[in-house]
């Protein structure tokens, strides 16, 4: 067998041509420039959602309004319906756009998307506990409260991470202290477990680490759309 019939046999690599590169590289500047972060009406809808589902269930478990406790349940799926409703239409709103197909807004969107997945099955089985776990909670002495209480550090922590993939994926530095604000505000809400003050905690880390963000992130689109 010759030389050159053993060459034939090599596998043959794809390279792409420098006209292709030049392209990549070009499409990799342009979004340099007009990296924009296209997430904070999402931001500043489910931080309103949150905060007010956060704050019927504080009031209810606080014996404020009178309500059997299956009502927090079914508050919590007509508001997460309505704000799963509306990101879908937004979502189709912006499909097509050069920022919606830029790489730094897909990674936004995948990241909070998985995060709001998690959330949602855990939110369930959570308040769902009693049901299928209530007899085992029972005999091992474990508290139904304190286990949904762990649902807000987690919560925030889980914002810390979003935060910070937002952050590189969008080169937005100046989310940075709004990720220490997360852990901060996620170890506030354990060490007050088990107290009407962990809502009222959680509600003021929302604003703080989800809604502002989530304006800032609005007002600098206007601005540079205005600019454009």
Do not use: H
């Given at each position: 067998m010759?030389?050159?019939?053993?060459?034939?046999t090599e596998p043959?690599?794809?390279l792409s041509?420098?006209v292709?590169?030049?392209?990549?590289?070009?499409e990799?500047a342009k979004?340099g420039r007009m990296?924009?972060?296209?997430?904070?009406?999402?931001?500043?809808?489910?931080?309103?959602?949150?905060s007010?589902?956060?704050a019927f269930?504080?009031?209810?478990v606080?014996?404020l309004?009178?309500?059997?406790?299956?009502?927090v349940?079914?508050f919590?799926?007509?508001?997460?319906t309505?704000g799963?409703v509306m990101?879908?239409?937004?979502?189709?709103?912006?499909?097509?756009?050069t920022l919606?197909?830029?790489?730094?807004?897909k990674?936004?969107?995948m990241?909070?998307t998985?995060?709001?997945?998690?959330l949602?099955?855990?939110?369930i089985m959570?308040?769902?506990?009693p049901?299928?776990a209530?007899?085992?909670l029972?005999a091992?002495?474990?508290?139904y409260?304190?286990l949904?209480?762990m649902m807000?550090?987690?919560?925030?922590?889980?914002?810390?991470?979003c935060l910070?993939?937002t952050s590189?994926a969008?080169?937005?530095?100046?989310?940075?202290?709004?990720?220490?604000?997360s852990?901060l505000f996620s170890?506030?809400t354990?060490?007050?477990?088990m107290?009407?003050?962990q809502?009222?905690a959680?509600?003021?880390g929302?604003?703080?680490?989800?809604i502002?963000?989530?304006?800032?992130?609005?007002?600098?689109?206007?601005?540079a759309?205005?600019?454009?």
């Amino acid at each position: 067998m010759t030389e050159q019939a053993i060459n034939t046999t090599e596998p043959k690599q794809v390279l792409s041509s420098p006209v292709e590169d030049l392209a990549m590289i070009r499409e990799l500047a342009k979004e340099g420039r007009m990296q924009l972060l296209q997430g904070g009406k999402y931001l500043v809808m489910w931080g309103t959602i949150s905060s007010i589902g956060l704050a019927f269930t504080g009031l209810l478990v606080a014996g404020l309004i009178d309500l059997p406790g299956y009502f927090v349940m079914i508050f919590w799926g007509v508001i997460s319906t309505f704000g799963g409703v509306m990101s879908g239409r937004w979502s189709k709103q912006g499909r097509g756009t050069t920022l919606s197909e830029s790489i730094g807004s897909k990674v936004e969107a995948m990241v909070w998307t998985i995060a709001g997945v998690f959330l949602s099955i855990i939110a369930i089985m959570l308040f769902s506990m009693p049901i299928y776990a209530g007899a085992r909670l029972e005999a091992m002495g474990l508290e139904y409260g304190v286990l949904f209480g762990m649902m807000s550090p987690i919560v925030f922590g889980l914002y810390a991470i979003c935060l910070a993939a937002t952050s590189v994926a969008g080169r937005a530095s100046w989310l940075r202290p709004y990720i220490i604000l997360s852990f901060l505000f996620s170890a506030l809400t354990m060490l007050l477990i088990m107290s009407y003050w962990q809502f009222v905690a959680a509600i003021a880390g929302i604003v703080a680490t989800i809604i502002i963000p989530g304006l800032i992130m609005l007002d600098k689109n206007k601005k540079a759309q205005g600019m454009t």
